[in-house]
């Protein structure tokens, strides 16, 4: 055949970490700290709710909802997150329901980014973003993030978005998840924002639900009514009854905000005490972690251990991604290799880091800690 079978816009982003990462991690039996999943369940109230949504006689809710959005949930959503952002929110025109963040992700792009546009992107990022950039035939600008995100540097990157006229889509699917006592800010609540700015959230991220695959985008309806174009004609409707047990979710945790059975208090508590394990753990075993103010993932620096696993200094393989296959088949760990959330040109500058997601069961961050340990003994001859 001289013609290529798939359309040009494919070229080149077939590739795909979380392919390669989580079927390494099916094939040997390892601890697994690779994808970013909790392994212990969704709160109690939540699992309740779905069941009542799929069993409690309301037929209707098993059949399509509200393209965009199913009316219970939007309505919390746009009451929760309007005090949040300091906006009244319109339920039915700056909420749309998305099947998870990703299909939002998606839909921001597709609907706003045209051929020839350039989009920045702060490194690290997630993966699918650049491929995601390149399908709505735009062009990808990288900025690397320094190991520090301030408010003041929040509100510089919103007085640039002002000054130049640009649109900002802001994933916060991580934003209950912040430790220490800092805040998360939103950047649709700074000065001139809310007008340029679509937010990404995850209930997948939010209540520990990650297959339930709900999200949802939130932004003036100047920009929201092209998303909705976008999802209309790929996706339209998303699962009803997981929608359904979400807004219950969102009411219960809109009536306990800031309190102390709030599940979003709850968890931040709870994760935080789970990194600083995987970090002592980390530690010990002689690998200098990044301590994270926020999400269920820490950076952790290997170069220690770089003697284990010989360098291929031509290979086209970042030495993160050699290292890390050595690591699941040798030590029964699994991590994502960091590079994977850098632009090709910065790659090499990031192989001496791997990703371990926190958000585990004491069992598993145990077993971790028992591998690391046995590994550091190993490595110290003892
Ligand atoms: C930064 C970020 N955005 C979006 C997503 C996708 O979220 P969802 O599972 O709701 O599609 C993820 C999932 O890992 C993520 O880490």
Known sequence: MSRLVQARRLEGIDKNVWLEFVK??????AV???????DFPPPDFVKEAFMKA??????????????????????????????????ELDPLTNVLVTVGAYEALFCCFQALVDEGDEVIIIEPFFDCYEPMVKMAGGTSVFVQLRPVF?????????DLC?????????????????????EHIRIASLPGMWDRTITIGSAGKTFSTTGWKVGWTLGPDRLLKHLRTVHQNSVYHCPTAAQEALAQAFQREFDSYGKPDSYFVQLSHELQQKRDWLVRSLVAGGMKPIVPEGTYFLMADFSEFKSEVPDVPDSDEPYDSRFI??????????????SAFYSTPHKKNFDHLIRFCFAK????????????QQWSLEKTGQ
């Open 32 to 38: 697994n700290l690779g994808q970013g999943f909790p």
């Open 162 to 182: 002002v000054k130049h006229d640009v649109l900002c889509f802001s994933d916060e699917v991580y934003e209950w998840l912040v430790y220490d006592g800092k």
């Open 24 to 29: 390494l991690a099916a094939t040997y039996p």
């Open 361 to 372: 069961e004491e069992a598993t961050l145990k077993a971790a800690e028992d591998i690391l």
């Open 325 to 338: 296959k050595w690591m699941i088949i040798n030590k029964g760990l699994v991590a994502i290799p960091v």
């Open 150 to 158: 301030t408010r003041e540097e929040m509100e510089l990157i919103a």
């Open 54 to 87: 799929v069993g409690g006689g309301n037929i209707m809710l098993h059949q399509y909802t509200r393209a965009f959005g199913h009316p219970a949930l939007v309505t919390i959503l746009a009451r929760f997150f309007g005090k949040l952002l300091g906006q």
